[in-house]
């Protein structure tokens, strides 16, 4: 009987691939460990926290910030939490999410207390119900003053309330920049959607330097630019919205910009381009903001409603309250220069 001799490559060629089994996540797994895998978040917090309280006896001090921690730990459970809804979650008519947004909460709050150390007044002058056009100074390159005046109303009132903030058209048709200014509630610096959100009883916020102010070269700090043609006055007649002043300290000094390069700016379609002492130098290190020492100031509600809603066409009326809003705000800026014992102290 002759038999067929079968050369290496026929064997490969027929050989069938062996099947790998991959067990599912967690089935081939002991009870106890399941168990163990569960409880890990809360056995190294534990561990952290006896390792912290061990540490503060041998130095003295703290060494490790357990609240930075559990804030770290909060964001990430949140994150997890809302990424379960799938597609099942509301967004207002702007498109903005309210869990989502609260979820960032524990990261500001970190910026807004120990980076910045900020020190709020006057909160209590924004309304806990009902309408308000909040108009602050502008400055530091990126609107970073937006973000701590919001996280001071929700984190320091004593009824947290989201704050809508009007942004400039440009950063609302950048790709992803855009649908993050959306989901957490800013919206396009126009006259119609400030009406519409101070309809719906609304805090609104907004800055009439616009990105004059946050474009000013760094030896014209905290000198308030024009307020334009009062636009916001007129809309906060039409809306019977009072308006609350807002001084803002700290956030000049986080992005010192000593040029603007014109011809670059006009080149990548910006309205500047700022160079500070580590941009661009540094490259994307150069944008992290230095920690400046902030002081925000609520100032009382200018009643603006009280006037009927034709008042909003008188040109004169509607800039003598521009020019009010204005210099009480310079003051605040002022009054809290004196007030701040340093610059990052």
Do not use: C
């Not at 168990?35 to 130095?59: F, H, I, M, N, W």
């Not at 905290?222 to 001084?247: C, D, E, K, N």
């Amino acid at each position: 009987m002759i038999q067929e001799q079968v050369t290496p490559r026929q064997r490969k060629k027929n050989s069938k691939p062996a099947e790998i089994v991959r067990p599912r996540s967690g089935l081939g797994l002991p009870k106890q460990v399941r168990r163990l895998q569960r409880q890990a978040p809360v056995y190294a917090l534990k561990g952290l926290s006896e390792l912290s309280v061990r540490l503060r006896d041998l130095t003295g001090r703290n060494v490790i910030d357990l609240n930075r921690i559990m804030s770290v730990a909060q964001f990430v459970y949140k994150q997890q939490e809302l990424a379960r809804r799938g597609a099942n979650y509301e967004v207002d008519e702007f498109g903005f999410d309210p869990q989502w947004t609260e979820s960032f909460l524990s990261v500001f709050e970190v910026l807004y207390r120990d980076y910045w150390r900020v020190e709020t007044t006057g909160v209590e002058n924004v309304p806990a119900t009902g309408r308000a056009l909040l108009v602050a100074n502008h400055a530091g390159v990126l609107p970073w003053d937006g973000t701590m005046i919001k996280t001071a109303v929700f984190a320091e009132h004593s009824h947290p309330r989201h704050v809508r903030a009007l942004v400039a058209s440009m950063f609302l048709g950048m790709p992803v920049l855009s649908w993050f200014l959306r989901r957490t509630g800013q919206t396009v610096g126009h006259p119609d959607d400030t009406r519409r959100l101070l309809e719906r009883d609304e805090l609104v916020l907004v800055f009439p330097e616009g990105v004059r102010g946050t474009g000013k070269s760094f030896k014209d700090r905290y000198r308030l630019r024009r307020f334009g043609r009062g636009g916001f006055v007129a809309t906060a007649i039409r809306s019977r919205a009072p308006i609350i002043p807002v001084s803002v300290v700290g956030s000049e000094e986080i992005y010192p910009m000593v040029a603007d390069l014109a011809p670059l700016a006009r080149l990548f379609g910006l309205p500047y381009f700022p160079v500070t002492p580590f941009w661009p130098w540094l490259g994307p290190l150069g944008m992290i903001p230095l920690p400046s020492k902030w002081r925000i100031q609520f100032h009382e509600p200018i009643h603006v409603e009280e006037n009927p809603p034709e008042a909003a066409d008188d040109q004169n009326l509607v800039m003598a309250l521009a020019d009010e809003v204005r210099n009480t705000i310079q003051q605040g800026i002022y009054d809290n220069l004196k007030l701040r014992r340093g610059v990052f102290l």
